[in-house]
């Protein structure tokens, strides 16, 4: 499962809206100097919004028989399924996805940017639809935390 990154799309359709705003500008009065100076601000600022959009990553929720795998970027987490005794996805405005072992204490992660302390959740976008995390969680075989609680 791949969540979706929003703030990639708005800065690509953004960086690609400037460009061709940009192209408008100078085409429709190239004889004039200040539309061909804003033409080129707004090609680069165009340039630079979608070549920073492209650079973006959504992280990746990946599962097989044996591990349950968190990508984003260079950052990577593998954990055996059976470790991992259920789940909860954190609100607010960027989701975060816990992770709790089978006595339910909260699985600890390296941090993503080389920081010395280790975090208990993976971060997933603000875009992210927690039913889709749940119907993947439930695919994975991994319960919800309020229903694992109960089980054990």
């Known amino acids: 499962m791949a969540c979706p990154a929003g703030r990639k799309h708005v800065e690509?359709?953004?960086?690609?809206?400037?460009?061709?705003?940009?192209?408008l500008t100078v085409v429709l009065d190239p004889a004039h100097w200040a539309n061909i100076v804003l033409g080129?601000?707004?090609?680069?600022?165009?340039?630079?919004?979608?070549?920073?959009?492209?650079?973006?990553?959504?992280?990746?929720?990946?599962?097989?028989?044996?591990?349950?795998?968190?990508?984003?970027?260079?950052?990577?987490?593998?954990?055996?399924?059976?470790?991992?005794?259920s789940y909860h996805v954190l609100?607010?405005?960027t989701r975060s996805l816990g992770l709790r072992d089978n006595t339910g204490r909260p699985m600890r992660f390296p941090s993503l940017?080389?920081?010395?302390?280790?975090?208990?959740?993976?971060?997933?976008?603000?875009?992210t639809d927690p039913g889709r995390v749940e119907m993947f969680m439930?695919?994975?075989?991994?319960?919800?935390?309020?229903r694992s609680l109960t089980q054990h």
């Open 91 to 93: 609100p607010g405005r």
């Open 12 to 23: 690509l359709w953004s960086g690609y809206t400037l460009f061709v705003l940009a192209v």
């Open 40 to 85: 080129l601000l707004l090609a680069l600022l165009g340039a630079a919004l979608i070549v920073h959009g492209h650079r973006i990553q959504a992280p990746v929720m990946e599962f097989d028989t044996e591990e349950f795998r968190y990508t984003l970027g260079h950052y990577s987490v593998s954990v055996v399924l059976e470790e991992i005794g």
């Open 138 to 146: 439930a695919a994975a075989g991994i319960p919800p935390r309020d």
């Open 113 to 127: 940017h080389n920081r010395r302390t280790a975090r208990s959740y993976l971060p997933l976008t603000g875009m």
